[in-house]
């Protein structure tokens, strides 16, 4: 089972890596077949991204993020450990994922635990394929679902719109994406995060709030109060 984390903050600042060495310690050897963080970078409305097709716990890359403080000022923090289930072990299939809006030209990242059955991988493609505005460029079920979250986002979601009726439009469409997968998901824009669990609550997703801001993991990663996010 792959593992998701996400980290935003309050405001633009340089964000310690205490949580991510725990992340890529804990969760790289039972995740083995790849590794990825990416960086929202304020200053230029864009992402940085590192991934390796490797266990982190055995990347001197993953290492050195974990143990430095190299990362940009930012509000915004995915990173991904991946065990396989959907396409293979590659550099194009590691997550997180990013994105350009063609619509506004909002940059976005994503990440995804989870999988579906194989027919409806084929029902997923199809739709994308055939009603959605972006094109895959990997094999992963990640990217099909990214791809109708950011299509989503483009037909009802105003740029740097935070209203509660947006959100909660969101929510609504989050619901549909349980007909095609076991699912937890997390990506943001830079400015506005979303994290999501399925409605059966097959995949896991926990939140810790603290000083700065919110960290969001697929396990408890250090002591605090996390709360464990409901199904749906």
């Not at 991204?49 to 509000?75: D, Y």
């Not at 579906?116 to 994308?128: G, T």
């Not at 989503?152 to 619901?175: L, Q, W, Y």
Request: aromatic content about 10%.
């Amino acid at each position: 089972m792959c593992w998701l984390y996400l980290r935003t903050t309050k405001e633009t600042r340089k964000v310690s890596n205490h949580y991510l060495r725990k992340f890529y310690s804990k969760g790289g050897d039972l995740n083995p077949d790849g590794w990825g963080i990416t960086t929202h970078m304020a200053k230029i409305n864009d992402f940085t991204l590192m991934k390796e097709p490797v266990n982190a716990s055995n990347s001197m890359v993953a290492h050195a993020v974990g143990i430095q403080s190299g990362l940009p000022k930012t509000r915004a923090i995915i990173a991904h450990v991946r065990k396989m289930s959907c396409g293979v072990v590659s550099y194009k299939n590691t997550q997180p994922i990013n994105k350009t809006s063609i619509k506004d030209g909002q940059p976005w990242a994503f990440a995804h635990n989870g999988t579906a059955e194989v027919n409806k991988v084929k029902e997923l493609d199809e739709d994308v394929r055939k009603n959605c505005s972006y094109r895959p460029v990997t094999d992963l079920d990640s990217e099909r679902l990214f791809i109708e979250f950011l299509d989503c986002v483009d037909r009802i979601m105003p740029k740097g719109d935070e209203s509660k009726a947006t959100f909660n439009t969101m929510h609504e469409f989050f619901e549909t994406l349980n007909d095609y997968a076991k699912m937890a998901i997390v990506a943001t824009n830079g400015d506005i995060s979303f994290a999501y669990r399925d409605l059966l609550g097959r995949r896991k997703l926990h939140l810790l709030k603290d000083s700065i801001g919110y960290v969001v993991c697929t396990e408890n990663i250090t002591r605090g109060d996390w709360k464990t996010f409901l199904p749906g």
